[in-house]
Structures are given as structure tokens and as C-alpha cells.
């Protein structure tokens, strides 16, 4: 597979996110880079599940254990203009929110700045390098919730998306 059917196919996946999902890609047998998605609710399993828009885009850093990458200062101020920041004092991820829905064009910043991470400054040469793993958390009942009688998505522990392309972990 080449880098632009990588990035249409992983465009195309987050325009369909489902939601309560996360999504990890990451260089086969070393873990980094990493690029990882949450969606909607992912990360909001509590008192007020079902209430988040957001979701959540990040990349691996500088300087990780694993992965010494330095960002040049040019790098850096791209994801910036992309909207993404250093996570954290150690800025061991960079990551963005974004409200969904979101324009299309957001989306493709996204991809674009995770792609960037991946192969320009990953030096990884193919995305058939890569492989992902993905869950979707089980839906929990609101407390407004009168569906009752309605079952509620159990969740999947081993989330399989093919369209992305690459392999599976």
C-alpha cells in the first residue's frame, strides 16, 4: 500500500468513527510512532456517559522512551497550524479535540498531520509497516435513560477495521 491510499483510508474511517472507540496505529513489533483516536465518548465512561462530542486525535512526541524522534522547529509550528499541541510537560503526545461533527477539511488536517508523524519524522517507509488495534467500549446507561427494555451495545474488546488497510494486532 502506498502513504495516499493509507491517509484515503484512514480519512475515511474517522469520517465514519464509531463512537466509544479507540483506535491505536503504530509501527509492527517496536509500539512507535503511534498515531491513536478516540471517539465520541471514549473517554467519558461516568456519570454523564453519552453527553461528549468530542474526539481526540494524537500522535507520539519527542523523545520517547522508545522513539528519540526530535521535531524541527518547522514541524513543530506545522502541527501547530494544524491544531495540534504538546500533551503534558514532558510533551510525550501531541494531540487536538475536535467537536463532532466537524468539517471535512479539519479531518483532513488531521490525517494529514498524523501521516506527517508516521512517515516523515517516523521514517517509516511504507504503511504496510504498520498494524492497529481498536476496541469500542461497552454503552453505559444515562441516569435519564428510561430504554430499560432497550439492550445496550456490549462493546467489543477486538474492534476489526479492514477498510483501514493493514493489518490487525
Known amino acids: 500500500m502506498q502513504w495516499d491510499e493509507f491517509e484515503q483510508n484512514l480519512f475515511l474511517k474517522i469520517m465514519s468513527f464509531p463512537v466509544r472507540t479507540i483506535l491505536i496505529i503504530s ?6 510512532p503511534f498515531i491513536q483516536f478516540g ?8 456519570r454523564f456517559a453519552g453527553d ?3 474526539m481526540v486525535a494524537e500522535f507520539s512526541g519527542e523523545n520517547g522512551r522508545k522513539d528519540m524522534a526530535t521535531f524541527t522547529e518547522q514541524q513543530r509550528e506545522e502541527f501547530k497550524s494544524l491544531g495540534f499541541e504538546p500533551f503534558g510537560e514532558e510533551a510525550l503526545t501531541w494531540g487536538r479535540n475536535f467537536t463532532w ?3 471535512t477539511k479539519t479531518i483532513k488536517e488531521i490525517v494529514r498531520a498524523c501521516v506527517i508523524r508516521l512517515r516523515d519524522i517516523g521514517g517509516i517507509q511504507s504503511p504496510d509497516q ?5 476496541w469500542r467500549y461497552s ?6 435513560d428510561d ?5 445496550l451495545d456490549p462493546g467489543d474488546d477486538d474492534l476489526q477495521l479492514p477498510e483501514l488497510g493493514i493489518p490487525h494486532e
Open 27 to 32: 509501527l509492527v513489533d517496536r509500539g512507535v
Open 39 to 46: 471517539g465520541i465518548d471514549a473517554f467519558n465512561t461516568g
Open 52 to 54: 461528549d462530542t468530542d
Open 101 to 103: 461533527p466537524t468539517p
Open 130 to 134: 504498520l498494524r492497529y488495534k481498536a
Open 139 to 144: 454503552e453505559k446507561p444515562r441516569e435519564d
Open 147 to 151: 430504554r430499560f427494555c432497550e439492550e
